[in-house]
């Protein structure tokens, strides 16, 4: 796979005004067939989004676009640690489309997380001959966003698309992290350096430690020593890059820093996701950024407090 030096994220403004029922996930999904018109839009208050004249929306936000729809075959399902989710892609012939380019390694990437914003889980489904993908995912009571990033074969573009996810039961939500520069998952710290700044192309580097040393033979995991995932809070519009340099390359190291150079839309809070593989497992660091400015972990560093996985 080659990826870009610098592969900044193709995304652009909102087509259409996100309010409250969006945030909490009774929003409807949008089908996009046609270019959507240049607008602006201005929300006031937390997770507040100011985005200039865009000629395209971010991902995910669409359950269908360009002719494809992303179906899941159940909207509504109970809690379940090992919830069997399956779905089909719906091409422009009507048909469940059953060939795919390969992306970063795989055929297709299924990324699910609550409406909070918790819970997030990046997967790959197995395809069966009829064209339907098929993954185990962890589901907790509440509302629930599933992705899909793909590829399809031929000359159609990759795009991500969105579905709501119901799961029944008593819901308990899990409050936004305030920004941190750190974060500690099974004896791993992850730390931050550098901010998102909305309409600019920022340089993000994450660097690894592990029991206090640096991590320089981290193992490659989808063509990559570093996958990151973004959500804008609100939203839960979706941003998708990959690191500066790839294994091989006879430039980039495995570790401990990993670089991304990324652009986002709007100003707001972003919710981000590293995957990085170790030891043969993949383990996932998150971080809340604010691109309204430097974030308040910069502003207070004596302040700060690592956040702690599960």
Do not use: C
Not at 28 to 45: L, S, W
Not at 53 to 62: E, I, N, R
Not at 237 to 245: F, K
């Amino acid at each position: 796979m080659n990826v870009p030096l610098k592969l900044g994220l193709f995304v652009t403004a909102l087509v259409a005004v996100f309010g409250g029922a969006a945030a909490l996930g009774n929003g409807v999904d949008q089908v996009v067939t046609a270019k959507p018109e240049t607008m602006e839009h201005d929300t006031e208050g937390d997770g507040a989004m100011k985005a200039g004249p865009m000629d395209h929306a971010p991902g995910g936000l669409q359950v269908a676009e360009n002719g494809y729809r992303f179906v899941l075959d159940s909207t509504a399902r109970e809690a379940d640690p090992q919830a069997k989710v399956s779905f089909t892609i719906v091409g422009p012939d009507g048909k469940a489309l059953t060939k795919y380019a390969t992306l970063h390694d795989k055929l297709l990437h299924l990324i699910v997380a609550k409406r909070d914003l918790s819970g997030f889980q990046h997967v790959h489904p197995v395809l069966d001959e009829d064209g339907t993908w098929t993954a185990d995912v962890a589901l907790t009571p509440g509302q629930w966003r599933a992705f899909a990033d793909f590829d399809p074969a031929g000359k159609d573009p990759q795009l991500t698309l969105g579905a709501d996810l119901s799961v029944a039961g008593n819901v308990e939500a899990t409050p936004l992290p305030k920004p941190s520069r750190t974060y500690e998952v099974d004896g791993y710290t992850v730390t931050l350096d550098g901010d998102v700044k909305a309409g600019q192309e920022s340089e993000l580097t994450l660097t690894i430690a592990k029991d206090g040393k640096p991590v320089t033979d981290l193992e490659p995991y989808l063509a990559a020593y570093g996958h990151l995932v973004a959500l804008r809070v609100g939203d839960l519009a979706y941003l998708h890059v990959h690191p500066d340099g790839e294994p091989g390359d006879d430039r980039t190291r495995p570790g401990p820093q990993v670089t991304f150079f990324a652009q986002v839309p709007s100003t707001g809070s972003y919710r981000l996701y590293l995957d990085f593989k170790h030891g043969g497992t993949v383990r996932t660091a998150e971080f809340t950024v604010d691109t309204s400015g430097t974030s308040e972990a910069a502003q207070h560093p004596e302040e700060e407090e690592s956040t702690h996985g599960h």
